[in-house]
């Protein structure tokens, strides 16, 4: 069974720093692309960050890029999502979701983990 | 604003047949990339519905389909059940942004 499992949210202070993580198992997690994507509070979907399967190649929405990297261990099959100088605007529930391998399609989502940037 | 537009709500009666849009541009889906489909149940997180346009993973109903054509896409739902109500989204890839981007969301009302 594919899990995603996050972890690493909380309440941050504006200007501070979160680390999320999100372990997967259930599947060769180092042959698939994997995003994250968050919602604000009673907001839509909004797409933050991809990673390829070797992590060799990321890509940014213009809201985060310079502030956030995405990174994995594929060893350890592990998605991360550092987050710097955050702001209120970026308090969101985060997801972890996986792309298919025949498709662009996110196929499995973890359940999401708060962070709140708030003083 | 979303780059892919989607109506905020849409409503119908149990049994009845309902559609929602997804317009983009020739940035997006007008450019040829795929319209994938989200159902998102209260208080959960997003599950896939409808991929590469108009395929449906094991498990979802043929109650829903997909269809895409030029610049939008669209999502029918037949034979509405209670346990549709949820928030459905349209995503797809955006050149000019080089990246992924989602509709604005649909809150799909049973009455």
């Known amino acids: 069974e594919v899990q995603l499992v996050e972890s690493g949210g909380g309440l941050v202070q504006p200007g501070g720093s979160l680390r999320l993580s999100c372990a997967a198992s259930?599947?060769?997690?180092?042959?698939?692309?994997m995003h994250w994507v968050r919602q604000a509070p009673g907001r839509g979907l909004v797409w933050v960050s991809r990673i390829n399967s070797d992590g060799s190649s990321t890509t940014y929405a213009a809201s985060v890029k310079g502030r956030f990297t995405i990174s994995r261990d594929n060893a350890k099959n592990t998605l991360y999502l550092q987050m710097n100088s955050l702001r209120a605007e970026d308090t969101a529930v985060y997801y972890c979701a996986r792309e298919s391998s025949t498709s662009s399609a996110l196929d499995y989502w973890g359940q999401g983990t708060l962070g709140t940037v708030s003083s | 604003q979303s780059v892919l537009t989607q109506p905020p709500s849409v409503s119908g009666a149990p049994g009845q047949r309902v559609t929602i849009s997804c317009t983009g541009s020739s940035s997006n889906i007008g450019a040829g990339y795929d319209v994938h489909w989200y159902q998102q149940l209260p208080g959960t997180a997003p599950k896939l519905l409808i991929y590469v346009n108009s395929n449906r993973p094991s498990g979802v109903p043929d109650r829903f389909s997909g269809s895409k054509s030029g610049t939008s896409a669209s999502l029918a739902i037949s034979g509405l059940q209670a346990e549709d109500e949820a928030d459905y989204y349209c995503?797809?890839?955006?050149?000019?942004?080089?990246?992924?981007?989602f509709g604005g969301g649909t809150k799909l009302t049973v009455l």
């Open positions: 259930g599947f060769t997690f180092r042959s698939h692309w």
């Open positions: 995503q797809s890839y955006d050149s000019s942004l080089s990246g992924w981007v």
